[in-house]
């Protein structure tokens, strides 16, 4: 059964009872969590990635029809797979042609297992020439949209559409001859097979239905995965949640935990759910580094230590941090010496413990990803991320993720399901380093205080806006120079702010925010008129590439 417990929903917002609230808001009614029953069919679909840019995209759409998706690389063996006890296959696209020699192709247990199977652009061709049929350099490549003719119109793969519809292609190679028992199910002016399918629910699409460029694609894989694959969509967040405080309590079983509360949304989800899990079993190390926003150290341990009543370590390791810093201007060396300094601090509040066996991370599934696909997903290494996870090695601890297999979005939702405040689900992204790579140059008490205040009006307008969930981040810089200006009668010679706000996906790429300018007035007066020491306020108009999201 929830607890219902009292948490505060932000440092000046009144005490209040949480789950409720947030139940309330999404009109429903609160639910005691129920333990998975143990016959409950577990629906998944296996995505085979070919390494195509978009495989990640496919297994992300699959769950927003609620199905439960994990993508595995080509060649993973049926023993990584069978656990996931998928109900169909899909195979996604990829850079190769399937007959050039070497060329990537399919596991045999797909198709010896007799479950559905759809085969996108690459993922077409490999079932093509797998299955005895013929693929071919085609008379030119296709890139770009086209207009999808559908032949069958009775199939149920192509319910709820209509007889014509834009889709995105981009391919060389065309299905020169279609497999043994499978029919043309539908075609483009350039590809006369557009869709192909057999008697057996396998299909192949030479388009990608998982783009947005493709507006009906999600129907095209919802009926996949409900009329072929016959899900019924229960992968839910309080379904994940169940199974997840399950899956805990069983290894965790009479053993202790350890995990480190940033006051970001992975870290809050996670503890949130292993405290469920384990209640006091779990013990969190929150450390203040000195680098952290106003009030920042105070909400998470408002929130957590006295209204989940969860066991908290908290350490005020300030001087420590800015002794380690003083003098120092190199942003990757601010990087490295901040997550030094952080694994010491918890190390040795760790060892205060006593026997702990297991280590809480909040790694996420696109990290897993990168590091599990058989294609080189790593890009040049522009900065170092130092994140709480990964960190005390010399510990052995077992690791603890449950979030491992979730997408951002969906930590969120899962954050929301569990009763966190909205407040802390929707907190923008803060890097571990936090506010040292936002002051350019020498890290300095003073520094921080000026930058604390230029930062907490920026936040608190641009929520008065309505603007901070539109926005991947918004924050201020302070530049390390200075400039001169005049008040009243006087001459000053203050600090420079600079504003960031940027839009994005994933942060791979940004664009800067299209502020209102009488926003940015706003901000500008009142950061001039409101923090002493600073004369002068900047907006950046930069997108990434070529700048990057923070200054350092
Ligand atoms: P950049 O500046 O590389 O940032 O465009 C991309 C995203 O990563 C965050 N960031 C960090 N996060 N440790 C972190 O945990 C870091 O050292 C770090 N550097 C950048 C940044 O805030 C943005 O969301």
């Known amino acids: 059964m929830v607890s219902r417990r009292r948490v505060a929903t932000s440092g000046d917002v009144e005490v209040s009872t949480y789950l409720e609230i947030a139940a309330e808001k999404r009109g429903e009614q609160l639910l005691p969590i129920k333990e998975p029953e143990p016959e409950a069919e577990r629906e998944a679909v296996v995505v085979i990635d070919f390494g195509s840019q978009y495989s990640m995209l496919i297994a992300r759409r699959v769950r927003e029809c609620r199905v439960y998706s994990e993508l595995v690389p080509y060649d993973a063996p049926w023993e990584r797979v069978a656990p996931i006890r998928p109900k169909g296959f899909i195979l996604s696209g990829g850079p190769a042609s399937v007959y050039e020699p070497g060329a990537p192709l399919a596991p045999a247990y797909i198709y010896e297992s007799h479950l559905p199977i759809l ?12 299955l005895g049929g013929k693929v071919a350099l085609g008379a030119k490549r296709e890139y770009g ?51 192909m399918g057999n008697e057996n629910g396998v299909f192949g699409l030479q388009f990608h239905p998982e783009v947005a460029h493709t507006p009906e694609g999600k129907t095209i894989l919802k009926n996949f ?7 019924k969509g229960n992968w839910t967040p309080a379904n994940f949640i169940a199974e997840s405080v399950a899956g805990i309590r069983e290894r965790v079983a009479g053993g202790r935990v350890v995990g480190a509360l940033s006051g970001g949304v992975d870290s809050a989800v996670v503890t949130t759910l292993i405290h469920q899990a384990v209640g006091d079993q779990l013990t969190c190390i929150f450390v203040n580094n000195g680098l ?28 420590r941090f800015l002794d380690q810093l003083r003098g120092v201007v190199d942003p990757e060396e601010k990087r490295r010496l901040v997550g030094e300094e952080f694994i010491r601090v918890f190390e040795e509040e ?31 290494k522009i900065k170092t991320h130092h994140n709480v996870g990964g960190l005390p090695s010399k510990m052995k601890l077992s690791l603890l993720e449950p979030l491992r297999h979730l997408f951002k979005d969906e930590v969120r939702e899962v954050g929301l399901a569990l009763g966190l405040p909205e407040e802390m689900v929707w907190r923008q992204p803060f890097p571990g380093p936090g506010l040292a790579i936002r002051i350019i140059g020498e890290v300095t008490q003073e520094k921080l205080e000026i930058l ?4 907490w009006i920026v936040m608190n307008e641009i929520k008065k806006a309505q ?14 120079v200075k400039t001169v200006g005049v008040m009243g009668d006087f001459r000053t010679y203050g600090y420079l702010v600079a504003l960031r706000a940027v839009t994005s996906d994933d942060a791979m790429t940004a664009d800067w925010a299209r502020l209102p300018y009488d926003l940015l007035s706003r901000i500008s007066n009142r950061i001039v008129n409101e923090v002493p020491g600073v004369n002068r306020v900047v ?6 590439p070529p700048s990057t999201i923070e200054w350092e």
């Not at 993922?123 to 020439?129: D, K, S, V, Y």
């Not at 060389?172 to 483009?188: C, K, Q, R, S, Y």
């Not at 907006?539 to 990434?544: L, N, Q, R, T, V």
């Open 467 to 480: 603007l901070y969930r539109q926005l991947w981040q918004s924050f201020a810089v302070l530049a390390d």
């Open 119 to 130: 085969g996108i652009c690459y993922g077409m061709q490999a079932i093509t020439h797998q």
């Open 225 to 231: 995965l409900y009329r072929v694959c016959g899900c």
């Open 452 to 455: 604390r205040a230029a930062d």
């Open 145 to 195: 949209h086209a207009i999808l003719h559908l032949g069958a119109v009775d199939s149920p793969f192509f319910a709820d559409l209509p007889p014509s519809l834009p889709v995105w292609m981009s391919h060389g190679d065309v299905i020169a001859e279609m497999p043994p028992g499978f029919t043309t199910l539908a075609h483009t002016e350039n590809s006369p097979v557009a869709v």
């Open 350 to 380: 760790a060892a205060k413990i006593g026997q702990v066996d297991f280590l809480a991370q909040g790694t996420l599934y696109p990290d897993v990803i990168e590091s599990a696909t058989p294609q080189d997903r790593a890009s040049a």
């Open 292 to 319: 952290l926003r106003r009030e920042e150290a105070e909400r998470t341990l408002n929130a957590f230590r006295h209204n989940l009543k969860m066991n908290i370590i908290y350490v005020d390791a300030t001087q």
């Open 539 to 544: 907006y950046d108009i930069s997108s990434k």
